[in-house]
């Protein structure tokens, strides 16, 4: 099980296998899921930048994997 995390300056959009899993702008910064080893999955991000200064992180954990 893997947490996957986003944080924007401004706002961020973030799917998985074509499932909306973050959406910054309504507050939704991380979701947890069990990936399969081996397996191949789609991500999308979706960045919007309105302010001059860009900023923008994704990250993932686990259990035994430390935040990268």
């Known amino acids: 099980k893997y947490t996957i995390s986003c944080q924007a300056d401004d ?4 799917y998985l296998n074509d499932k909306l899993i973050i959406d910054t ?14 397996e191949k999955y789609s991500m999308i991000i979706d960045y919007v930048e ?8 994704l990250n993932w954990q686990s259990k035994s994997q430390k935040k990268q």
Not at 11 to 14: K, P, R
Not at 31 to 38: F, M, P, R, S
Not at 50 to 57: K, N, P, Q, R, V
């Open 50 to 57: 309105t302010d001059l200064e860009a900023s923008i992180s």
């Open 11 to 14: 706002y961020a959009i973030v």
């Open 25 to 38: 702008r309504n507050k939704i910064n991380s979701y947890d899921v069990t990936l399969k080893k081996g």
